[in-house]
Structures are given as C-alpha cells and as structure tokens.
C-alpha cells in the first residue's frame, strides 16, 4: 500500500500545479482578465492627452535649455 499511496501522492502533487499552469494560460481567461482590466487601469489615449504630453515635454526642454545657457554664461 506504501508504493501506491507514494505514487498517488506524486501524481497529486504533480498535476496541481500543471493544472494551474494550464488554467492560467488559456486565451480566453488572458483576454477576459488581464486585458480588460489593463485597459481599465490604462485606457487609450486621445489626442487632448496626447498634445498635453507634449506641449508638457516641450516646455521642459525649453526650461532645461535655458538653465544649461545660464550656467554656461556664469
């Protein structure tokens, strides 16, 4: 009874973690789950966001370059 109670237990211990694997990466849950909720947590841009962006990062360019003129008259 030793063998057969070790084997089964080997094969539980085994195909848990299998069956989680396999679970986990089926294209359904990926696309049910995970992008659902990425694009609830980042939703795609607009075009206000993205002209804000870089009218932000046009404006810190331009206050960088001022700053390395300054340093470099003094």
């Known amino acids: 009874m030793g063998v057969k109670l070790e084997v089964f237990r080997m094969m539980l211990y085994l195909s848990f973690p299998v069956a989680m694997f396999w679970i986990s990466n089926q294209a359904e849950y990926f696309e ?5 909720r990425k694009r609830e947590i980042y939703p795609p841009e607009d075009d206000y966001q993205r002209k804000e962006l870089e009218d932000f990062k046009e404006r810190m360019r331009k206050k960088r370059e001022e700053r390395l003129l300054q340093m470099a008259k003094e």
């Open 32 to 36: 049910e789950y995970v992008i659902k």
